[in-house]
């Protein structure tokens, strides 16, 4: 009987990097499924998986699986989430600049011993893995049990029996390793198609593969460019942003490798999930181990969340943040928005109505669930992050009735009648006061607090030991104008100009998080004042690498949908019209498919997507993106294909898109930002979903970033749906079908 998995270090890189396995591997823990260079070797009761670096010394990750074990308890399609989480506090722990878990992960700490949560919320497995990150006081990991109860781990004896035996057995599972006759080399071709799938980023090329000759010119100009001042990197999806932001990072890193005097470097992103994939991309692109060599520098990379509570330390005071993700946290919010706002419409909006003005009552009076009510929604949750937070409304009947009179400006909510506002203030106190009986703080109420922290004597003192040299921003674009304000304040030196290198594009952000970026003609002297940068120096991408010609070319009129919403007016430069080269080969030409019901679409699409994923034998290659989010309700809960698919309902799902196998993924454009597919059926693109009216501009800006967004996400093959009993096709796609860049096809008349 097998009691216990070992890993050593090296291995766990090459697991985190890139592992295709099924839940099967879990019962066999066969060699055949690892990533090249790593070994199988059992030695009595323990399974070691040793990496090329693999010694007598070696740190390892010991999982305790005798009995039930750590995965007998879990179901098996919540194995391969739990054991990569596993994969990666092993490594955290034991490299230099580890990251400390992060704060959705629910971690809770008892002197050397952690529990946390085996599996993400949206899965529904609440289930805690225990561990002791010092067993017998060494450097080692040791993974001992789970179970579904957050229990007192003060109280708690660890036999480390298993432990020991695995510890025992390294020199013989070592000696067997390099006793092996040399392994025949394999195709690199997975290894370079997980990292496709995984992010896309680095495809397991070295920093010097890329800087010798793969990045283009306009990528190699940004990367070389010296950092003395702000930086921001520009372009449609798919041109290379992240790559390059990566690349650039890694070999400012390198640049510091012997610092004395320490160099800190700070890659924020917005989603924990995106956490994931840049550290994976970092690791995969370091083949000379600049990140171990680099005894002095510091290396961070965060949510803009993780980062404000460990520096409030929230969990003093017995209170934790709604999540330590941006795109979650939001999402939360909003849903508990929609809630209040649903009370307030019960209670007294009765009295209220009257007074205020004609747009305010039609948003007020939508039904939950509709068009308009979640546009209205999204823009009180928007005047609630962006200016009643921001402006500590809170605070004092003062400030309360300065918003209440004061002139608005141009990109917030429109609220012409004061009474308007006390409304939206009846809606923000219901709200504040359902997260203080929960015992959690917002997303925005932390950010609020940290740029509070950020302008303090405290902050100040501490800045030189605790700020940073450069500060890297991956999808700046969903980063609300409060989170931008926080960036020039995390600088090590205030003396000098700030060094932030920001990637984005505009037109991807499906939240709204980019009003009021730009308050000036021209927009850029309105960003960088905005963001109190200085002088920032622009670098334009403008080839895509992920999609054919055919489809580069309906994102080129799907953006021209853009300045008739009158974004270019609002917004000014970045939302100019892009032009994409696509460097793919031709491919076949994207159509759209009218039906005449959304159980026509339900249908027609999925036993659709399963032959392809059939006949391109992934699953994860195949996706079908829903572009109304009350539809991806319904679409998930129905069960007649559920079976077929790997529903992603939130972006810390990603990391289960590499044990997909044969299902296709069912999701929304903005949860699978960043990752591409072969195959796109991008569904319920319907005129309905933008209802004439009050807030209609925002929420047809949102729409274009969310079909922009979604077709984006194909490489070979896009296949557009819409149902007539639902308004027929968008008007955001109203150019692509005048100039040909669509062909149009009934349903009954698809092959």
Not at 10 to 25: K, M, N, P, Y
Not at 27 to 52: A, D, F
Not at 253 to 279: M, N, P
Not at 724 to 744: C, F, I, K, Q, Y
């Amino acid at each position: 009987m097998t009691n216990a998995i070992a890993i050593d270090s090296s291995a766990l890189d090459r697991l985190q990097a890139g592992f295709d396995f099924d839940v099967d591997w879990f019962t066999t823990w066969s060699e055949e499924s690892l990533p090249e260079g790593v070994s199988r070797e059992e030695i009595g009761q323990t399974i070691y998986l040793l990496g090329p670096k693999a010694d007598a010394d070696s740190h390892l990750l010991v999982i305790e699986i005798r009995e039930k074990g750590l995965f007998g308890y879990l179901e098996a399609k919540q194995r391969p989430e739990a054991f990569m989480r596993l994969v990666r506090l092993g490594r955290s722990e034991q490299t230099a600049g580890r990251h400390p878990l992060p704060i959705s992960w629910a971690p809770y700490h008892a002197k050397s011993l952690v529990s946390f949560r085996s599996n993400s919320g949206a899965s529904g497995e609440h289930a805690r893995i225990e561990v002791d990150l010092n067993p017998r006081g060494t450097r080692h990991v040791f993974a001992y049990n789970i179970n579904r109860e957050k229990r007192d781990l003060y109280t708690v004896k660890v036999d480390h029996t298993i432990f020991d035996a695995a510890l025992a057995g390294l020199d013989d599972a070592v000696i067997a390793m390099l006793s092996r006759p040399p392994a025949a080399a394999r195709h690199d071709d997975t290894k370079v198609e997980l990292a496709e799938l995984a992010n896309r980023v680095t495809l397991g090329r070295s920093l010097d593969a890329w800087l010798d000759g793969l990045l283009t010119q306009p990528q190699m100009d940004f990367v070389n460019v010296p950092l003395t001042k702000s930086l921001r990197l520009v372009g449609a999806a798919g041109t290379g942003k992240t790559l390059s932001l990566v690349v650039k990072f890694v070999s400012e890193l390198r640049k510091h490798v012997d610092d004395t005097e320490g160099y800190r470097s700070l890659f924020l992103t917005h989603s924990q999930a995106t956490v994931e994939l840049i550290t994976q991309a970092i690791a995969s692109m370091d083949h000379d181990g600049i990140l171990s060599r680099g005894k002095s520098t510091f290396v961070k990379i965060c949510t803009l969340q993780e980062l404000a509570n460990e520096a409030m330390k929230y969990n003093l005071d017995g209170l934790e943040p709604l999540s330590s993700d941006g795109l979650e946290g939001r999402a939360l919010q909003l849903e508990a928005i929609e809630a209040e706002i649903e009370r307030v419409q019960r209670s007294d909006w009765v009295t209220a109505k009257s007074r205020c003005s004609e747009d305010f009552r039609k948003g007020m009076s939508s039904t939950r669930g509709t068009p308009a009510y979640q546009t209205f929604a999204r823009e009180i949750a928007n005047e609630i992050a962006c200016v009643l937070e921001a402006d500590g409304v809170r605070q004092s009947a003062e400030r309360r009735e300065r918003y209440l009179n004061e002139k608005r400006k141009s990109w917030m909510m429109s609220l012409p009648d004061i009474e308007d506002r006390r409304v939206i203030l009846m809606v923000y106190d219901r709200f504040r006061s359902l997260l203080k009986s929960m015992g959690v703080l917002g997303t925005d109420q932390m950010i609020a607090d940290y740029l509070g922290f950020l302008d303090s004597n405290r902050w100040d003192n501490i800045r030189q030991r605790e700020g940073f040299d450069a500060v890297f921003v991956d999808e700046l674009h969903l980063f609300n104008r409060q989170e931008r304000m926080t960036l020039h304040h995390l600088m090590r030196d205030d003396a000098k100009a700030p060094v932030v290198v920001m990637a984005y594009d505009s037109k991807q952000s499906v939240r709204d998080t980019f009003n009021g970026l730009h308050d000036a003609p021209g927009g850029v002297a309105g960003l960088s004042r905005d963001m109190r940068l200085g002088e920032t120096e622009r670098f334009d991408l403008a080839e895509g690498f992920r999609y054919t010609p055919e489809i580069a070319r309906v994102l080129e009129w799907i953006d021209q949908g853009f300045p008739a919403a009158g974004i270019s007016e609002e917004l000014g430069f970045d939302w100019r019209p892009i032009g994409l080269g696509s460097m793919k080969q031709s491919g076949s030409q994207p159509i759209l498919v009218r039906a005449k019901s959304t159980l026509d679409i339900w249908n027609c699409v999925f036993p659709r997507a399963r032959e392809r994923a059939k006949s391109l034998q992934k699953g994860r290659r195949v996706a079908v993106l829903c572009a109304s989010e009350a539809l991806f309700k319904k679409y998930s809960e129905a069960g007649q294909y559920a079976d077929w698919f790997l529903p992603i309902s939130d972006r810390e799902q990603l990391s289960s898109l590499r044990h997909a196998g044969k299902r296709f993924v069912f999701s929304m454009p903005d949860f699978v930002a960043g990752i591409q597919f072969d195959t796109v059926y991008l569904i319920e693109v319907n005129d309905g979903e933008v209802e004439d009216g009050p807030y209609s501009t925002g929420a047809l800006r949102r729409f274009v970033s969310t079909v922009y967004l979604g077709a984006s996400r194909a490489e070979q093959v896009l296949e557009i749906y819409s149902s007539d009993e639902r308004g027929g096709p968008s008007r955001v796609l109203r150019h692509a079908l005048n100039n040909g860049a669509l062909d149009v096809i009934e349903i009954s008349d698809l092959p």
